[in-house]
C-alpha cells in the first residue's frame, strides 16, 4: 500500500465517522455538558473548515470552499475556524441549516479526494506553508486532519454517549 493509498484509506474512515455523527436531533448536535466547550456541531463544522483551509488553502493554494455564501446558508462564523475559540464563543455555535451544512462538507471531501486521486508520494514531501514556516503535504494530512480528526471522533463519541447514543461506526470493520 502506497502513502496516499493509506492516506485516502485513513481519511475515507474519518469522513464516514464524520458522517455518522450528523445523525441526531438538533438538539444532540449542539449538546454542550455543564462545564463542556464543544457540541458535536461545532467538531463537523471546526474539522470541515480544518479541512477546506488545509486542503485547497495550503495543499492546492486555492481558495478554501468556505465564504460569506456558506457562512448564510448554514448559520456558522462566516469568520475563524474554531482554533483559540473561547469556549463561551464555542458553545454559541450553532448549524441553522444541516442540509446546506452537509452540501458543504462534502464539497471539501470531494476536493481532498480530487487532490488524492492523482496525487504521488512524492507530491506528499512538497512543502506548504504553516503559520510559523513549513510542513509537507503529509504532515499536514497527517497532523492537522487525520490525527486531529480522530481526536474530535473521540470528543463526539464521549458528547453521545452523555445522551445516550451509540458510539460513531458501531459497526465499521465487522462483518
Known sequence: MTTVDFIKSSLG??????????NGT????????????HSIAWC?????????????????QQQPIWDETWSQ??????????????????QQVRITDIAAFIE?????????REFLESATDADLEREVPT??????????????MLGHFNGHRGEMNLLR???????????EGTH
Do not use: K
Open 26 to 37: 438538533d438538539e444532540q448536535l449542539h449538546f454542550v455538558p455543564e462545564h463542556g466547550s
Open 131 to 144: 503559520r510559523n514556516g513549513t510542513e509537507s503535504v503529509g504532515q499536514a494530512i497527517s497532523l492537522h
Open 73 to 90: 446558508r448554514t448559520g456558522l462564523p462566516a469568520d475563524g475556524f474554531g482554533t483559540g475559540q473561547s469556549d463561551e464563543d464555542a
Open 104 to 112: 458543504y462538507q462534502e464539497a471539501v471531501w470531494d476536493s481532498t
Open 44 to 60: 463537523l463544522w471546526h474539522t470541515a473548515r480544518i479541512e477546506d483551509l488545509i486542503m485547497n488553502g495550503r495543499v492546492r
Open 13 to 22: 474512515f474519518a469522513h464516514r465517522a464524520l458522517t455518522d455523527a450528523r
Open 161 to 171: 454517549g452523555m445522551q445516550g447514543l451509540p458510539p460513531l461506526l458501531v459497526t
